[in-house]
């Protein structure tokens, strides 16, 4: 768990500093959304309990969205502190200051508190006085947050370190942007499922929500990619190395079954000559015994060399001949219209650029519109 500190010592960020918090409330300043205060203090700072927007660190810079949050503290534009994330916390710099309460009325249940001794930096500013604080500790640069370890944390003499990010659809959670883009997906999929469309405005509105959903879309494909190229670019250096590598050993496997396979059809051809001499051999006696009633000599049959087995067994291992049925065209006039297929890479460019003026005969060629969204 991510380790906090403040003027009454060490906290779990994910809590809170028990004693900030009661501190707080003693003074009046609760924590409950509904009794959240609004405003600015008499040296322009937010109140306790006031909404927020912070953007998310990505490595040393903060970048993506802003996103809202209550906070206990009193914050200030450029603070750095430890916001909840779903089941963990991640590292973020307020952006605005008394944002109205009009933004959240939507999503208001679902908005997320700061909880008090979450600043790991503070900005710097003349003021610190809020209501229920008297001031601002100074910050404890000594502290593990201020690393150049981002993921180390230390308590004391041990040492624990977040497990690394890895892939996000394997461990969803890991990377705060995406979490985030799947959680803006799910409120607007809720909206979606509520959304009835029964006038002008109401189409204007759903417009408008597709244009968001179309910058998501975006920008979820982008961090998609930024997992896939590096591993889609790795997965071909391997691929290039092992072709390298396993050259001359696909070499061997195919020269030694060609071999193999050459003297089974050589062994065939010279077995299939025997008999046929051994035919022509029997049938000419018999038209002999049938012209002269007897032979004049007998009849040498040549030795025919055994069927080669199509299975050889070793102390090693075995190998064998199986049945490998292929195919190929000689005529497709008259290839059965069961085994011809419609090529749609053909059908769907000719249906886009001629429209509805080219006729092919068997097939229909229609429109059937779609929406498009393109952002401003």
Known sequence: MPIGKCKHGEFELMEGCPTCI?????????????????GLNSEGLTL??????????????????????FSEDCLAVGDIVM???????????VSSIDVP??????????????????????????????????????????????SPDPNAWRTGEEEVRTEPETAVALRPGED????????????????????????????KAASDDLTIIS??????????????????????AIRETYSTLMDPILAAEK?????????????RRIRAAQEEINRKRIEAAQEEMKLKGELSESVNLVEVVPEAPKTIKTFMGTSGTKENWKWEVIDFALVPDTYKMINPAILTPTAKSYKDTRTIPGI?????????????
């Open 22 to 38: 009661a501190e707080r409330r003693q003074a009046g300043i609760k924590p409950e959304q509904d009794e959240m205060e609004e």
């Open 48 to 69: 306790a309990n006031s909404l927020v927007k912070v953007q998310y660190y990505r490595g040393d810079e903060p970048m993506g969205r802003d996103y809202t949050y």
């Open 83 to 93: 916001v909840p994330v779903r089941d963990t916390t991640g590292k973020a710099v």
């Open 101 to 146: 309460d009009s933004e959240i009325e939507a999503f208001r249940d679902k908005v997320k508190v700061i909880p008090a001794g979450s600043v790991v930096v503070q900005f710097e500013r003349e003021a610190t006085y809020c209501k229920g604080q008297e001031s601002i500790e100074p910050v404890d640069y000594s502290h593990p947050a201020f």
């Open 176 to 203: 705060i942007e995406a979490r985030n883009h799947y959680e803006e997906a799910l409120r607007l999929l809720e909206y979606a499922e509520k959304r009835v469309i029964a006038s002008l405005e109401d189409n």
């Open 215 to 236: 910058r998501l879309k975006k920008q979820m494909e982008v961090k998609k990619r930024e997992y896939l190229d590096p591993l889609r670019v790795q997965a071909e």
């Open 255 to 267: 020269l030694t079954k060609d071999k193999m396979l050459a003297y089974d059809s050589e062994q």
């Open 364 to 376: 229909r060629i229609y429109n059937d519109p779609i929406i498009a969204t393109r952002a401003r």
